[in-house]
């Protein structure tokens, strides 16, 4: 149902909205408004909506709630902000408004409420939807698909490896020990990247972590946050926080950016909840993203130091994920795992750090925007000539893999994790 105009809704955070001081630094970070040059969708002409959405100023009609939509929540405004505005937060915050109040039609609720946050948020449920979704992408069926169905498809893997359960527990193999680690295996992950999350093992393995698994974890809430379901993202952090608690680790390392975004916020979220939030806060602090865990190590340093992981003279780019460049603010770490590793033959990509239309789930609810950007961000890798892309998300693998298939372009696109496995000694506890 849509709040009529002038009813006072006051959902938002005051003092976290009046941090913007409308100065327009953010503009030449945002991808949406790089691409359409629209005030409505640039952070602070979002901001602006926002508020008078909670003060009854606006109406939460179509045409307000579509500038929402189309912000890819990625957080680049914030890296930019000299005032230091929580958008991520203000959005939030905003997105639980509008799902509670606004009613959406029949195959976007299905979307958003069934596909992404039921589905996609259980691995059970990922595998069994995944598989009639591949076959038909195999057998060539959805060419006979309307477009909206086609471009999800297009997102889909051709084929992927068995998938194999991840060891409850892997020691270290080198030393000196750095500790027990808990390992966030992830849902989309899992499934689809299952061979990612050995590798990201192994290599913590070689870096010196004993790694754990818990078989009691959850989704990380960041679909659901994400989305505007503010409370089911918080019943999966309270269990989270309680499987890593019993785990009894030192540290927790996830590998997908999108999730560590929202590991790292676990106390933002909740903050309100006085039985949890130091529990949370101990959560956030303890949580790194794979590639701090392994720049930490001085002797995964040197295993890279000592191979050569890319043939004589290919390029090698990089692909800075949102969530980690501007939610988690980690731009040094893998570069300097690839630095390491390939030398001379890592190139810079430009606009690294512009969105490349994944957003989670937003080249599912906002396809054509996300085409736009991959096309912007394909663009740009191809201008490097390098003959490897590396990145640290799912989505963003997807995301490229697709639009590199759909150019033709011999581009390969892999996880930081599976281009350093690749180059490094095995792990005999993981083959």
Same mark, same amino acid.
């Given at each position: 149902?849509?709040?009529?105009?002038?009813?006072?809704?006051?959902?938002?955070?005051?003092?976290?909205?009046?941090?913007?001081?409308?100065?327009?630094?953010?503009?030449?970070?945002?991808?949406?408004y790089?691409?359409?040059?629209?005030?409505?969708?640039?952070?602070?002409?979002?901001?602006?909506?926002?508020?008078?959405?909670?003060?009854?100023?606006?109406?939460?009609?179509?045409?307000?709630?579509?500038?929402?939509?189309?912000?890819?929540?990625?957080?680049?405004c914030? $890296?930019?902000?000299?005032s230091?505005?929580?958008?991520?937060?203000?959005?939030?915050?905003?997105?639980?408004?509008?799902?509670?109040?606004?009613?959406?039609?029949?195959?976007?609720?299905?979307?958003?409420?069934?596909?992404?946050?039921?589905?996609?948020?259980?691995?059970?449920? &990922?595998?069994?939807?995944?598989? %009639?979704?591949?076959?038909?992408?195999?057998?060539?069926l959805?060419?006979?698909?309307?477009?909206?169905?086609?471009?999800?498809?297009?997102?889909?893997?051709?084929?992927?490896?068995?998938?194999? %359960?991840?060891?409850?527990?892997? @020691?270290?193999?080198?030393?000196?020990?750095?500790?027990?680690?808990?390992?966030?295996?992830?849902?989309?992950?899992?499934?689809?990247?299952?061979? &990612?999350?050995?590798?990201?093992?192994?290599?913590?393995?070689?870096?010196?972590?004993?790694?754990?698994?818990?078989?009691?974890?959850?989704?990380?809430? @960041?679909?659901?946050?994400?989305?505007?379901?503010?409370?089911r @993202?918080?019943?999966?952090?309270?269990?989270?926080?309680?499987?890593?608690?019993?785990?009894?680790?030192d540290?927790?390392v996830?590998?997908?950016?999108?999730?560590?975004?929202?590991?790292?916020?676990?106390?933002?979220?909740?903050?309100?909840?006085?039985?949890?939030?130091?529990?949370a806060?101990?959560?956030?602090?303890?949580?790194?993203?794979?590639?701090?865990?392994?720049?930490?190590?001085?002797?995964?340093?040197?295993?890279?130091?000592?191979?050569?992981?890319?043939?004589?003279?290919?390029?090698?780019?990089?692909?800075? @994920?949102?969530?980690?460049?501007?939610?988690?603010?980690?731009?040094?770490?893998?570069?300097?795992?690839?630095?390491?590793? !390939?030398?001379?033959?890592?190139?810079?990509?430009?606009?690294?750090?512009?969105?490349?239309?994944? $957003?989670?789930?937003?080249?599912? &609810?906002?396809?054509?925007?996300?085409?736009?950007?991959?096309?912007?961000?394909?663009?740009?890798?191809?201008?490097?000539g390098?003959a490897?892309? !590396?990145?640290?998300?799912?989505?963003?693998?997807?995301?490229?893999?697709?639009?590199?298939?759909?150019?033709?372009?011999?581009?390969? !696109?892999?996880?930081?994790?599976?281009?350093?496995?690749?180059?490094? %000694? %095995?792990?005999?506890?993981?083959?």
């Amino acid at each position: 149902m849509n709040v009529p105009a002038r009813q006072p809704a006051g959902y938002l955070d005051e003092a976290k909205s009046l941090a913007c001081i409308h100065c327009g630094l953010c503009l030449s970070s945002c991808p949406t408004y790089l691409e359409t040059g629209n005030e409505n969708e640039s952070p602070r002409g979002r901001i602006y909506q926002m508020r008078a959405v909670s003060e009854g100023r606006l109406a939460l009609e179509a045409a307000t709630v579509r500038h929402f939509d189309l912000c890819l929540g990625c957080r680049a405004c914030e $890296a930019a902000c000299p005032s230091g505005v929580q958008y991520g937060a203000l959005l939030e915050e905003t997105r639980e408004h509008v799902e509670q109040r606004h009613e959406r039609g029949l195959f976007e609720t299905f979307i958003r409420r069934v596909l992404i946050e039921r589905i996609f948020s259980n691995q059970r449920a &990922t595998r069994i939807a995944l598989a %009639p979704a591949r076959l038909s992408k195999q057998l060539g069926l959805d060419r006979w698909l309307p477009v909206s169905l086609r471009r999800f498809l297009d997102l889909v893997p051709r084929r992927t490896e068995p998938h194999r %359960p991840l060891p409850a527990f892997s @020691a270290a193999v080198t030393t000196p020990r750095r500790g027990k680690v808990g390992f966030i295996s992830g849902c989309v992950m899992d499934v689809m990247f299952n061979r &990612t999350n050995r590798n990201s093992i192994r290599l913590l393995n070689l870096a010196g972590y004993d790694v754990v698994t818990p078989a009691d974890q959850v989704c990380c809430g @960041a679909l659901h946050a994400h989305g505007g379901q503010l409370e089911r @993202a918080r019943r999966q952090a309270r269990q989270n926080i309680r499987a890593f608690a019993e785990a009894g680790v030192d540290q927790i390392v996830i590998n997908a950016a999108g999730c560590g975004s929202t590991l790292k916020e676990y106390d933002h979220l909740l903050a309100g909840d006085p039985e949890w939030k130091e529990r949370a806060s101990d959560f956030a602090k303890k949580t790194l993203d794979l590639t701090e865990a392994l720049v930490a190590s001085p002797v995964f340093m040197e295993l890279l130091a000592q191979i050569n992981a890319a043939p004589t003279g290919e390029r090698v780019a990089y692909h800075d @994920a949102c969530h980690l460049a501007h939610a988690q603010r980690v731009k040094a770490a893998p570069r300097q795992l690839l630095a390491a590793a !390939v030398g001379t033959r890592f190139v810079e990509l430009p606009e690294s750090d512009v969105c490349c239309g994944s $957003a989670g789930s937003y080249n599912l &609810t906002e396809p054509e925007m996300a085409v736009r950007l991959r096309e912007r961000k394909l663009n740009n890798l191809l201008s490097t000539g390098a003959a490897t892309v !590396v990145t640290t998300n799912p989505g963003c693998l997807l995301q490229i893999v697709a639009g590199a298939e759909q150019r033709g372009a011999a581009l390969r !696109v892999e996880h930081i994790a599976d281009f350093l496995a690749a180059h490094l %000694p %095995p792990v005999a506890t993981l083959r």
